[in-house]
């Protein structure tokens, strides 16, 4: 009978080990169940705060990219613009050049021949001297022209020389 009642104790051992690991558990899943109660409770009410955000900012790119689209129109018809000055600007200064030129050099030609008709008292050498300071004046005019627009007479564009910066001047100075 001993041997029976030692393992009728082992048998009620272990049901109450068994009945306090049930109550830990029905415990411990109750407490995960308040947990996630609350977490669905805070990921809802984050929905509906978080969500109204998203829709404003949605909106506001949506306005901010249709104001850019409008600035590219405008950058688009300023760049036109400045195209078309450019142009009027070139056509201008061609239609001017050719009479300015004429003039530059049939100044310079009777400046000349004037000279040489008080100097030689000679009609053919002041028309002789006129004519070729005349064309010496509109080729000079001509390469001014050039080295203002910064070409050489090979038509090739040179750099413009800048100064270096003065002591204190400049990123190197700071």
Do not use: C
Not at 55 to 79: C, E, F, I, P, Y
Not at 150 to 162: D, E, F, I, M, R
């Amino acid at each position: 009978m001993l041997a029976a009642s030692a393992s009728a104790y082992a048998d009620y051992a272990l049901a109450g080990f068994l009945v306090v690991v049930g109550l830990f558990l029905a415990w411990a899943l109750f407490k995960l169940g308040t947990v996630l109660t609350r977490t669905a409770s805070f990921i809802r009410s984050s929905e509906r705060e978080v969500m109204p955000v998203i829709n404003k900012a949605g909106g506001t790119v949506d306005r901010v990219n249709h104001q850019l689209d409008k600035l590219d129109t405008a950058t688009d018809s300023a760049v036109d613009a400045v195209v078309a000055a450019d142009e009027a600007v070139r056509s201008v200064s061609f239609a001017v050049k050719k009479p300015v030129q004429k003039i530059v050099g049939a100044t310079a030609g009777a400046s000349h021949g004037i000279a040489t008709l008080r100097a030689k008292r000679s009609l053919k050498s002041a028309m002789a001297s006129a004519k070729e300071a005349s064309q010496r004046r509109e080729d000079d005019f001509d390469e001014e022209l050039k080295q203002a627009r910064g070409q050489t007479s090979a038509g090739h564009v040179t750099p413009l020389s800048t100064p270096p910066p003065a002591s204190g001047d400049g990123p190197a100075a700071a």
